[in-house]
């Protein structure tokens, strides 16, 4: 199925902060999921900020007990932030839970959380930049 679709997984980008960012901070590419199965974002429309990457993190998530010690859990890493949720193509938001983070995932697939949005801070939607892929026309 991901076949139709030429988005190139962060991983091929050898410098994305300047390959994938805009002069104006913003994504120079649309944004698929990592799987290919739904576009999430439009060009243009987030922009790269720092953040932590901790919040990505499932609590109780089993894959947590696995590799705690190989992340360094209060560093922070790229997203691509945007103040509107109606601004994404496709996106499926949780319930908040008692850490007051939602978590922001793909419609086609539901794996794990593609960003997330902290409803204890202002209004921000971040999407992790190396859990999607992108398209290159
Ligand atoms: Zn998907």
Known sequence: M???IKSVPFTEFTD???QLVTSENHNAFDLYCAQGCAL??????GKWVERPKNKLKIPDGKESDSDNSSDDDSSNQGFWALNDVMAFENIDVTNTIVTGIKYLCCPGCDLAPLGYHDTNTKNEFLIAVDRVSYFRE
């Open 40 to 45: 999430i974002l439009r060009a243009n429309l």
């Open 16 to 18: 994305p902060q300047s």
């Open 2 to 4: 991901a076949k139709s």
